[in-house]
């Protein structure tokens, strides 16, 4: 009977290479290299704000054809009008506006889409304004290709938190 079984095994192995899906062991994930900057689009959310909080969510969407993997945080920067950075997003796992339970790998096929919470605050601790960029400079994790867009976020507490599934910039 164990023969049989382990034969059986070997076909259906056979059989799916032959049709082209992968083999794994039970349990294992299949390795997925990192994403390449240029393979990847950047968006964003619409800026929300309450209680003197504000956040906008990054989107990263895998626009080869091919599996890829983000892990990690992006790198954001808050822009000035004259180019200048305001302030380099301080990498947490979460806050008040959301973020990640742990950071993981999160494997996207093509065209699928994973994404990052940015949040700051509108005020500093003793109630003075904040000073907005023009823009922010984003660089999906583990990339070295920097994306610009016209958000303008607070450069007081600004935080960037790690990629999750999805579109929320919650996990």
Avoid at 51 to 59: P, R, S
Avoid at 130 to 141: G, L
Wanted: hydrophobic share 40%; charged share 10%; with cysteine.
């Amino acid at each position: 009977m164990r023969k049989f079984i382990a034969g059986a095994a070997i076909a259906v192995a056979v059989t799916a290479g032959v049709a082209g899906a992968a083999t794994i062991p039970a349990g294992a994930a299949a390795p997925a290299p990192s994403c390449k900057g240029a393979l990847i689009a950047v968006s964003h959310s619409h800026p929300q704000g309450a209680t003197g909080h504000g956040n906008v969510v990054v989107i990263f969407r895998n626009i080869s054809q091919h599996t890829c993997s983000l892990r990690g945080y992006p790198g954001l920067d808050a822009i000035g009008r004259n180019g200048n950075v305001l302030a380099h997003a301080r990498r947490t796992l979460n806050g008040f506006t959301g973020g990640a339970h742990a950071i993981r790998t999160i494997v996207l096929q093509s065209w699928q889409q994973a994404s990052s919470d940015v949040e700051w605050m509108n005020f500093t601790a003793n109630g003075h304004s904040c000073r907005f960029s023009k823009s922010i400079a984003i660089t999906p994790p583990n990339t070295v290709k920097t994306f610009h867009r016209p958000v303008s976020v607070s450069a007081c507490n600004l935080q960037v938190h790690p990629v999750v599934r999805g579109t929320s910039g919650n996990g």
